[in-house]
């Protein structure tokens, strides 16, 4: 009898691996080619799922599949780092039947993804590079601190209202200078408790100011960089876009050529209709639910102010208001100014304004 032992080799093989990630493990499902393998869980490190590819399907081809989320792109950079091919794929454009539906769980999700991935049915999204989602970081970061100072605002109003204080004449235009806070430390409530309330909610209104000045100093740094001065000097030029929502363009988009048309580009922003055409029957609906929520929010508001200063906009907005609500029109003009700055960054052109097209 021979003590001679054959080794498994997949080269030329495709392996085929679908993830459904969470934050203390991973469900894992394996496809060869588009044969289902096997399943199973494990703890959500990408290099002990690395280890088990490599030790069971030695010299395979692996393909990689998550969904994005909280995860972010670093389990993305392992695998690339290691050779492995992998995709990071939107959950809505996984395939989903309605039974899989009805019967969704961590390990059905996994197969669905590693199925579809064999299928060749995935496209990846877009992933950024380190630097630029450092970059990000540090942009999201200051709309959050904003958010939530805000929000104390809010409940210090709220909380002056149920006790029957009234604001000041003098401080009624919504701006929280030192003066108001000053006025704001000396008012007093019925009892201690309730004093106390009202000073911690200063005390966290004037530590979110702290570090929206200091936010708004790095940001500062980092739009004089190399990476971002002469990029956001062009943005600049265009009405209604400053500093911040230049620089939110900037780290939000990366590379504007990876856009290879404007319909892409008005597509991850989300300024396209929906539609539902078939035949002979055409129907256009609302905005797409599929968008960059901020900055679709930020080209909408750019589009109020460049109406006012650029006089071909004015025209088209007036334009299109006779056909339409005034928010449908504006949303024409967030398009159009989209398109705009997508040739000013192609071309790397100052914005010019009173051109028709």
Request: glycine share 6%.
């Amino acid at each position: 009898m021979s003590n001679i032992r054959e080794i498994v080799d997949f080269s030329g093989e495709q392996i085929n691996v679908g993830i459904d990630v969470h934050l203390k493990h991973w469900n894992v499902t394996i496809f060869h080619n588009q044969v289902y393998l096997r399943k199973f869980q494990q703890e959500s490190n990408p290099a002990v799922l690395i280890s088990h590819l490599r030790h069971h399907y030695p010299n395979a081809h692996f393909r990689v599949a998550y969904e994005a989320g909280f995860s972010g792109f670093w389990a993305h950079r392992v695998f690339s780092e290691s050779g492995i091919e992998c995709l990071v794929v939107n959950a809505a454009d996984v395939p989903q039947t309605d039974k899989g539906f009805r019967t969704k769980n961590d390990v059905n999700d996994s197969r669905r993804i590693g199925s579809a991935l064999a299928g060749g049915m995935l496209e990846g999204i877009y992933v950024p590079s380190l630097s630029q989602e450092s970059d990000r970081s540090l942009v999201r970061y200051r709309y959050r601190i904003a958010s939530d100072l805000n929000r104390c605002k809010s409940r210090i109003k709220s909380l002056l209202y149920k006790f029957g204080i009234t604001i000041p004449s003098t401080f009624k235009k919504g701006k929280w200078t030192r003066a108001f806070l000053v006025w704001l430390k000396s008012v007093r409530l019925c009892f201690e408790p309730g004093d106390f309330t009202l000073k911690r909610m200063i005390g966290q209104v004037e530590y979110f100011q702290g570090q929206l000045l200091q936010i708004s100093a790095d940001l500062r740094t980092m739009l004089r960089s190399a990476s971002y001065a002469q990029q956001s000097s062009l943005l600049m030029t265009v009405p209604g876009i400053g500093a911040l929502t230049a620089l939110t363009l900037l780290t939000e988009l990366g590379d504007v050529k990876r856009f290879r048309t404007f319909y892409q580009l008005n597509s991850f922003v989300g300024l396209c209709p929906t539609e539902f055409s078939s035949g002979n029957s055409e129907r256009i609906g609302p905005l797409t639910p599929r968008h960059h929520s901020m900055l679709r929010s930020l080209l909408i508001e750019a589009s109020w102010v460049a109406i006012r200063l650029d006089p071909a906009m004015l025209l088209a907005y007036n334009e299109y208001k006779n056909r339409m609500s005034s928010k449908r029109a504006i949303i024409r003009i967030a398009r159009k100014l989209l398109n705009r700055i997508y040739y000013i960054l192609l071309k790397q052109q100052e914005y010019e304004k009173g051109i028709i097209k």
